[in-house]
């Protein structure tokens, strides 16, 4: 594809959907993405990839049909559109759904102003050279080294029997870097960082390598006082997560748990709307496309539904006030759905899913936060997690430092932390003033999503590993 902005989807699939007897979508889709990785100098990864098609989905008495195929004409709107009102006929007959039609939302028209700029190959190659060589000269006694960057847009265009009419462009792009050193006794340590980016194209964030060669530095010294590091004393103790690791609590350990599909499984967070959930400071949101008056890293204005996109708030002052839900689920729980109905590929039915979920800041400084605490650990990178739905985590930290008498120490090597969510944040007793984001990872909830999360410093008790 020459470079150009990608914005080609044609809208004649509005007369297929509109006036259907049932919830009807069609919804049209491709997406493109370029990748390229140096591993000590060579490249290992050089791709380029573009796929795309339409789908339809039909809801019939709580039962729904789905179909897709890999062309986007009007002879495969008019096919998956019958295949998904045959799919739906045939799991009513079958498994005689009885649920109410879904709820009746007010038409969404949104049409986005997000642009994709494409960059060929070698432009991505040549920029992450100039990295390598940087750190390959300046720092020969690197283990290994690698450096990546990714590019990538995702179009869509829905249509709905209501009315409702989207077209979004989704663009992200992001470098990284990986350094790995040997310590005295013939171990590696290893730090991973992302360089630039977010929710744009290649040209909206890089201009020349080296105004990222002091991130390179940073991480080297981060790498070496790791080197030196030491493995934590394991046990319940004092510490200050950063905002890395308060990202993946956000969306691991307490996101998923109010996932509505995951409440109506048994998560734990079915037994505790309107209960007690985290410390009177703890506030969390998993926001649609602004925060704070500006634009969140990965903005969704209208989701896979037809419907408008807005803030899900999940907690407010300790308490659990609400789940993130799509049309069916908004109508068991009698509330008005939030957009948060995503799907992936085009051959992906809508799945509750998270967007940019974060903890709120609070009002204290990292340094009385540090100042507090005698004998503990600031936990500033994550490198893993995983949780299931009781809140149970255990989440990998792959740098961190001991506090002693309110100062920080040594570096830790690689260990992890674990909990349970509710309970971790209810000993949550100060909050920094800032909020940093993470918004390079997908989720992996049966389909992957793009998607954010963040916090600020967080100071809880929780378990950490030894060695």
Not at 162 to 173: A, D, E, I, K, M
Not at 409 to 437: C, H, P, Q, Y
Request: charged letters at 20%; glycine letters at 10%; hydrophobic letters at 40%.
């Amino acid at each position: 594809m020459p470079n150009g902005v990608i914005f080609l989807l044609n809208d004649f699939i509005k007369k297929y959907a509109d006036g259907a007897a049932e919830h009807t979508e069609i919804r049209a889709q491709q997406a493109f993405s370029r990748g390229v990785t140096l591993v000590g100098g060579n490249l290992v990864s050089n791709t380029r990839t573009r796929t795309g098609g339409v789908c339809a989905r039909v809801y019939k008495n709580g039962l729904w049909g789905f179909s897709s195929k890999g062309e986007y004409n009007e002879e495969s709107v008019r096919a998956v559109l019958e295949a998904a009102r045959d799919n739906a006929l045939f799991m009513d007959r079958k498994l005689k759904g009885s649920k109410p039609p879904l709820l009746a939302a007010a038409p969404v028209q949104f049409t986005g102003t997000e642009t994709f700029q494409d960059v060929d190959q070698k432009t991505l190659i040549d920029f992450i050279s100039v990295l390598d060589d940087y750190m390959q000269k300046k720092y020969p006694d690197l283990a290994s080294r690698a450096v990546g960057m990714r590019s990538n847009c995702i179009e869509k265009m829905l249509h709905t029997d209501n009315g409702s009419f989207s077209h979004q462009l989704f663009p992200r792009t992001y470098g990284m870097i990986s350094m790995t050193a040997q310590t005295a006794d013939g171990e590696t340590v290893e730090l991973f960082d992302v360089i630039g980016g977010g929710a744009g194209s290649f040209c909206d964030f890089y201009s020349d390598p080296l105004l990222f060669t002091d991130r390179i530095d940073a991480l080297y010294e981060e790498l070496m006082h790791k080197r030196e590091g030491i493995f934590p004393d394991a046990g319940m103790c004092d510490c200050i997560i950063g905002s890395s690791v308060a990202g993946m609590v956000a969306h691991e350990a307490v996101g998923h748990t109010v996932e509505a599909d995951l409440v109506l499984s048994g998560s734990v967070a079915a037994s505790n709307l309107g209960k007690q959930v985290a410390s009177p400071i703890v506030n969390m949101v998993d926001f649609a496309h602004t925060a704070f008056g500006e634009k969140v890293p990965l903005p969704v204005y209208v989701d896979d539904e037809g419907t408008k996109c807005e803030d899900a708030v999940l907690i407010k002052d300790g308490i659990l006030t609400g789940y993130m839900n799509n049309l069916e689920s908004a109508a068991h729980f009698g509330v008005n759905p939030c957009g948060n109905a995503r799907a992936y590929g085009f051959a992906d039915e809508p799945l509750i899913r998270m967007r940019n979920t974060a903890v709120l800041p609070g009002k204290d400084k990292l340094e009385d936060m540090i100042a507090s605490i005698d004998n503990g650990y600031y936990l500033t990178r994550t490198a893993n997690g995983q949780a299931d739905t009781t809140g149970e985590f255990m989440f990998g930290v792959c740098m961190g430092y001991e506090i002693k008498n309110g100062k920080l120490g040594r570096a830790l090597r690689d260990t992890t932390i674990s909990g349970v969510a509710f309970n971790m944040l209810k000993t949550v007793d100060m909050l920094s003033d800032t909020l940093e984001w993470d918004f390079a990872g997908f989720c992996g909830k049966k389909q992957p999503m793009p998607v954010s999360m963040g916090g600020p410093a967080i100071k809880c008790r929780v378990s950490i590993g030894g060695r």
